[in-house]
């Protein structure tokens, strides 16, 4: 079982940023991706920036230049660094992690919410 929290949303004014959090504890077991999606009001959730174990970090067009994935392997932590932030940003981001030697493991967190407004 892998347990996955996300911390750091918010309410922030256009042009501001906000870091988002990611820990993934419980039966760990070779992580392959850590990844953040996001759902807009009244959209699909949809991937915002994915970072797999090995290969290339990748962003959706519309956070490129803005956002900022990161990770720390040793906490088994990843990171959404947001800058410049605007209302088209605004929606719930989940993190996702997938492990296990076949990627089988396909684990969620509960979302946490960002609000971008003036």
């Known amino acids: 079982q892998v347990q996955v929290v996300e911390s750091g949303g918010g309410l922030v004014q256009p042009g501001g940023s906000l870091r988002l959090s990611c820990a993934a504890s419980?039966?760990?077991?070779?992580?392959?991706?850590m990844n953040w999606y996001r759902r807009a009001p009244g959209k699909e959730r949809e991937p915002v920036a994915v970072?797999?174990?090995?290969?290339?970090?990748s962003y959706a067009d519309s956070v490129k230049d803005r956002f900022t994935i990161s990770r720390d392997n040793a906490k088994n932590t990843v990171y959404l660094q947001m800058n410049n932030l605007k209302p088209g940003d605004t929606g719930v981001y989940y993190c996702?992690?997938?492990?296990?030697?076949?990627?089988?493991?396909?684990?969620w967190g509960q979302g946490t919410q960002v609000t971008v407004s003036s």
């Open positions: 996702n992690v997938r492990a296990g030697s076949d990627w089988s493991v396909d684990a």
């Open positions: 419980g039966s760990i077991f070779s992580i392959k991706a």
């Open positions: 970072m797999p174990s090995a290969g290339s970090t």
